[in-house]
């Protein structure tokens, strides 16, 4: 079963769900007048017209801190949010965001008055639409993100760790042979990571353990020191 932080996480996931393709909308974290923040809001202005999900559709207003302007603009797609629960439920935010040439994962987190420069999940700028994620936190509060990427028309999914600074290079959790799409992610009591996903055969599911040390920094690579196998449909 997967812990309470899995359930906490995807709550706060449905935040962005209502995101249908035809959306405008305006991603931003509230504050309260001390400058607390309370919580993150999502403003949508639906259009058949217009097929970009990011728009700023408040300016100058108080305690409300914008996520993404130009997004609008670059035609990236809907957010998936998630508060931390053991990091006073500060929101992480990451979405596929569109390089001029195809879409890379982007994400942002929101510390006490601002948010974080948008960054890369995936540094190497690997081919391929990198699209459909998904982000829980472990019973530590350290993130885990879940994707899958288009490579020449096959769908390989994709499992990172946050580090301290970055995120891990990304493991490989399908078979690079099988498109795989459409990952789901939760955190088992045990601390293995659990992802399923959508095959032409069915769904699949893989059960991954990081050897993680007792102190993380970012040179570290739990790729190799991850374990794998393959769980029950």
Same mark, same amino acid.
Do not use: C
């Given at each position: $079963? ?10 706060? +996931?449905?935040?962005? $769900? ?9 991603? !931003? ?7 607390? =923040? ?28 914008? &996520?993404?302007?130009?997004?609008? /603009? ?6 998936? *949010? ?14 596929? #965001?569109?390089?001029?040439?195809? =879409? ?6 929101? &510390?006490?008055?601002?948010?974080? @420069? *948008?960054?890369?999940?995936?540094d190497l700028l690997a081919p391929g639409d990198d699209l459909g994620p998904r982000l829980v936190f472990d019973g530590t509060g350290r993130p885990l993100l879940t994707w899958w990427r288009d490579e020449d028309g096959v769908g390989r999914v994709y499992l990172s760790l946050f580090l301290v600074t970055r995120w891990m290079p990304p493991l490989l959790?399908?078979? @690079?042979?099988?498109?795989? #799409?459409? %990952? ?21 599911? /893989?059960?991954?353990? +990081?050897? &993680?040390?007792?102190? *993380?920094?970012?040179? &570290?690579?739990?790729?190799?020191? !991850?374990? $794998?196998?393959?769980? %029950?449909?």
């Open positions: $079963m997967f812990t309470r932080h899995s359930l906490v996480s995807a709550a706060a +996931l449905a935040l962005a $769900m209502f995101l249908a393709p035809s959306s405008r909308a305006e991603v !931003a974290a509230e504050t309260d007048a001390y400058g607390n =923040y309370v919580r993150t809001t999502v403003l949508t202005q639906s259009s058949v017209r217009h097929l970009r999900v990011w728009k700023v559709l408040r300016h100058h207003v108080a305690g409300v801190y914008a &996520l993404n302007p130009e997004g609008d /603009r670059n035609g990236d797609l809907a957010p998936v *949010i998630a508060e931390n629960p053991v990091d006073g439920n500060l929101p992480w935010v990451v979405w596929s #965001r569109f390089n001029g040439t195809d =879409y890379d994962l982007a994400w942002s987190r929101w &510390l006490p008055g601002a948010w974080t @420069p *948008i960054r890369r999940v995936d959790v399908s078979d @690079p042979e099988v498109d795989s #799409r459409n %990952p789901r992610l939760g955190v088992q009591e045990d601390g293995s990571v659990r992802v399923e996903f959508d095959t032409p055969q069915g769904p699949e599911t /893989r059960v991954v353990l +990081l050897a &993680l040390p007792a102190t *993380i920094t970012d040179d &570290l690579d739990p790729v190799g020191q !991850a374990s $794998m196998r393959k769980g %029950p449909r």
